[in-house]
């Protein structure tokens, strides 16, 4: 362990947001702290609203009346830079603009001692251009906290050309002897979590724009099938589209316009309207007081068909067999022919999707009653299911199918006949994302499911859900995808190639 010896000195630069939360981190760890902004009064009015929300805290019982007086003790506001001269760390959380951290950053080495490991926490500027003027550039490490920094356990320890490897490792020790998840990553655009969660955003604004489903539909499929904790459309809305936008045009423009992260003429559109999510009262939903949450497309009760016929083995087919049977549904299993894993109800097919539309699999099939459904996080616990029909089929396979998830105990919601549907284009191009990140030495295999899961709480890293779903699914997804809409935004990683290559 090269973290940060408890009584060493902490130095924080900036008492905003993610200043004073880092200062809070590092001071219940037990290290004293430096307090600096350039904002007379800020460092007094910070330590002030923190002493409340602790105190808060104290009331309620979730700490102690010692731990709190402790925590403010070793915060100690410091009047100019040379009071930092006893650090061993300092963290800048300063204005994100790169010629005024250069600015500071020539300051601090100016007072700092050799030793001293310099953190960033910039959210987007490259570490390496930030240390180029720098007198030891190789002790200038992205040190980035997630917002809020006392609660997000990810921190992104981002080395850029220069940094010393022990400056890193110290700077990630330290992160974890604080009790976060710290993850390396090299300095590109976006780090890890802003690029690899590009496509949560970018397929669901894509769903809108071709009118496949509304935001209220996406996000309750996302949630209550895709597991996730917030929809795509709600978390831009809690962003700031304003934010999300100014993210994904700098990573697009950082990879030279690579279409894969191209952003949406919608999000323009919003951002132009000021329509900036809760902020300014209006994104995709209303936040106006008294306003009504649109409901997600529901399908009403459906007829039970006699009954489901399931062909093949899968850990899937098992869940959905118990559920279907708990729901009063004839159930029958059979090996699986030559159409693959189906359910057949009554003469209607319902299969996963494999990021064809139904009609264009059901032009190649033959198959005319053919239903798609999406990819769940957990069959056995999935409370939605996204269904979309052929445009080929007559009657009754929307409502079969219909009936047979809800005899699962699942609400549906049928969507026009996208590719992937919601859950598994998306999940495919996260994968995809993380795997190209990986291949490219952004961050490890196992980090980028740290990051994913523990800095926007994805309820499974790309990885252990891509190997879960199946590598060979995965690809398939996006290379139907790729062939659906003849471009190169879906085209699979070079990793993602090799790997299933190497399985099949
Ligand atoms: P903020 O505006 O809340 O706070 C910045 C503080 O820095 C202000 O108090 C300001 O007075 C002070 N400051 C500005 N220039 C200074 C200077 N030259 N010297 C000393 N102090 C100076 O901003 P924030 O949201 O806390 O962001 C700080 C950094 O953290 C930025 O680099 C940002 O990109 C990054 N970041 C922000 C978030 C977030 O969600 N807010 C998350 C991760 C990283």
């Known amino acids: 362990m090269a973290a940060l010896a408890r009584d060493r000195v902490v130095g924080v630069v900036g008492a905003g947001t993610m200043g004073i939360g880092i200062a809070q981190v590092a001071a219940t760890a037990g290290h004293r702290v430096k307090l600096i902004d350039a904002r007379a009064g800020a460092v007094d009015a910070a330590i002030a609203a923190l002493g409340k929300s602790l105190d808060g805290l104290v009331t309620k019982g979730k700490m102690t009346q010692d731990k709190r007086d402790g925590i403010l003790a070793r915060l100690e506001p410091a009047d100019a830079y040379v009071d930092f001269e006893v650090c061993d760390l300092v963290v800048e959380a300063i204005v994100e603009d ?17 030793s001293c490991v310099i953190g960033t926490n910039t959210s987007s500027l490259s570490i390496s251009a930030m240390a180029k003027e720098m007198r030891a550039p190789g002790r200038l490490v992205g040190f980035h906290f997630f917002n809020p920094a006392p609660v997000m356990q990810l921190v992104e320890i981002v080395s850029g050309l220069a940094t010393d490897p022990a400056a890193a490792q110290i700077a990630f020790d330290t992160a974890a002897a604080w009790g976060k998840a710290p993850v390396h990553a090299t300095s590109t655009p976006g780090f890890v979590v802003n690029r690899c969660a590009r496509p949560f955003y970018a397929e ?119 559920r279907a049977k708990a729901g009063g549904l004839s159930v029958h299993r059979r090996p699986a022919g030559d159409r693959g894993t189906t359910i057949l109800l009554d003469g209607v097919a319902l299969r996963p999707t494999d990021g064809r539309t139904a009609t264009q ?51 549906v919601s049928l969507i026009d006949d996208a590719p992937g549907l919601i859950v598994a284009r998306t999940l495919a191009m996260l994968v995809n994302e993380a795997l190209d990140a990986v291949q490219q030495g952004v961050v490890s295999a196992e980090g980028v499911d740290v990051a994913m899961t523990k800095g926007v709480n994805y309820p499974k890293g790309p990885f252990a859900w891509g190997r879960a779903v199946g590598l060979p699914n995965i690809r398939a997804i996006l290379d139907n995808l790729a062939r659906h809409y003849g471009e190169d935004r879906y085209r699979a990683s070079s990793r993602l190639r090799r790997l299933v290559a190497r399985e099949t």
């Open 361 to 411: 699999r059901a032009h190649d099939t033959g198959e005319r009653e053919l239903v798609l459904h999406d990819v769940a996080l957990d069959y056995a616990a999935a409370a939605r299911m996204a269904i979309a029909v052929a445009d080929q089929a007559r009657g009754e396979a929307a409502s079969l199918a219909t009936a047979f998830f809800q005899a699962c105990g699942m609400k």
């Open 98 to 114: 790169m010629g005024i951290k250069r600015a500071l950053l020539a300051e601090l080495e100016t007072v700092v001692g050799d």
């Open 204 to 322: 669901a604004l894509r769903l809108i724009v071709e009118r496949a489903a509304d935001p209220a539909t996406i996000d309750a499929v996302m949630r209550e099938c895709g597991g996730f904790r917030m929809g795509p459309c709600e978390l831009m809305d809690l962003i700031g589209h304003d934010v999300n936008f100014a993210v994904t045009n700098a990573v697009y423009d950082a990879y030279f316009k690579d279409p894969r992260y191209a952003p949406s003429a919608l999000q323009a559109e919003m951002v132009a309207a000021g329509r900036l999510g809760r902020k300014s009262g209006r994104g995709f939903y209303d936040y106006a007081k008294g306003a009504k949450s649109p409901e997600p497309a529901t399908e009403p009760a459906a007829t039970l068909p006699k009954q489901a016929v399931f062909e093949g083995e899968s850990d899937m087919f098992d869940a959905l067999a118990e």
